[in-house]
């Protein structure tokens, strides 16, 4: 029997995986975006307070894309070990120190107890985020896609990617009842913190579900016929380079037009009293965040949706359609979210439509775009890089520009530009739909010629035996 037949994953083991990324990659960015939510809120005032209010909010932006700077070497780090022990060992690693970060940044004390050393314990903690973060897509991609039949990986990829939005949605459902339980100075002087401590009670949750799924049918064939590279990274600036800039550019503009909402930039310009520090536009921060969660159930929705309209259409023609619907919610954000807590809401909920449509057949696209034994590598570098030239510095851009020149026209100038190089960066992209993911195919000499920029042609028939049965 063909080795891309030896481990067919059954539909219970399936579920299990599905409800394995699911969970785990809810809880990462639960915790991702909470550190977010308060950078934006508090923690110029908690934190950074002695470099003034204008300083001190942009010293706490900077925090949020400090850790995207050790993204690639998370990534780099999980991809070496993801490649050659396992995809699973990874994701709990990951989900573990995230979650122990996360905790312990609610229990850090402030600028006015320990002085200078909070600042520098609360940057230390982000580092550890950003590392997690690093590691964490990529095995929670492979172990989703790898199970997957091959005519489904686009719907299954789907899952991972609804981890975002069904954390922005915990992390904006949890932070709105808990600035409706501590308004005022009671949010600033304890409530900030509980969202944190309700991490590892996610944490315990997450461990328990990742610890109890199988290990990726493809790194089962991996090992079994010690195909293991003893370097991938190498290998995969070495003859997959070109494809990892290019995947880095389709993930710009996404990551930096979702990190207006799940960075907490638009709810905290919106939240702010009009006399603030930044100033703000004063609506109800309860209302606000309610209005981010109805964003976030947008997204959530047309995440789905592209995974299951490009395993149907393709994945380049399913993220043209993408790039056009987040260019359309990209230019009236800032109008719609001037009109007060309704327009917040159109504000999130249209650019959450172009969101979930340039999120959710990513999985696919980037998994179909390696070979097995260097695929967690490339996907993880990849998808790191992305997010350091997308989001990594959005919205300290997007404050520095409100600065510099006093309008939100600016913001959305520099938000299209992404688009506009992401659109670049898929015209590039080969689209491998349906590709065999196993190491067979990968030593079958097909891989090469995709390294060359060849289209993915006619599978051989013991290819196209196993490529139907997956």
Sequence with gaps: MSHSTTHLATGRERNKVLAAVVVGTTIEWYDFFIYAFMANLVFAQLFFEPAGPGLGQIFSLLTIGISFLFRPLG????????????????LVITLLLMGGATTLVGALPTFDTIGVMAPVLLILLRILQGLSA???????????????????RGLYGSFVQAGVPIGMLLAT????????????DSFLEFGWRIPFFISIILVIVGFVVRRSVDESPVFKEIKETAQES?????????KYGHIVLFAAMVFMANNATGYMTTGGYV?????????????????????????????S??????????????????RKPLYFIGWATLAAGILPLFVLVEQGVAGVAWATIILGAGLGLTYGAQAAFYAESFPASVRY???????????????????????????????????VSYLLTTVIISVIGTALMPDRTGVPLSVEYEHSGHWEKFRRGDEFEE???????????R
């Design 267 to 295: 709810q905290g310009l919106a939240s702010r009293p009009v006399d603030g520090t930044p100033p703000g536009l004063g609506f109800d921060p309860v209302g606000v965040q309610l209005a981010a969660f109805a964003g």
């Design 75 to 90: 990534a780099f780090l999980a991809g070496h070990f993801g490649d050659k022990l396992g995809r699973r060992p990874m």
């Design 297 to 314: 159930l947008s997204w959530l929705v047309f995440t789905f949706v592209a995974g299951w309209l490009s395993d149907r259409i393709g």
């Design 134 to 152: 690093g590691g964490e897509w990529g095995g929670a991609v492979l172990m989703a896609i790898e199970h997957a039949p091959a005519n489904r």
């Design 173 to 184: 459902g949890i932070l709105a009842a808990i600035r409706a339980m501590f308004p005022g």
């Design 377 to 411: 590598s490339g996907v993880s570098i990849a998808y790191a890089i992305g997010a350091v030239i997308g989001g990594a510095f959005a919205p300290t851009i997007a404050q520095a520009l409100l600065n510099a020149t006093g309008t939100t026209w600016v913001i």
């Design 459 to 469: 599978l051989s028939p013991v290819d196209a035996q196993a490529h139907q049965q």
């Design 230 to 238: 003893s370097a991938p990274i190498k290998i995969v600036f070495k």
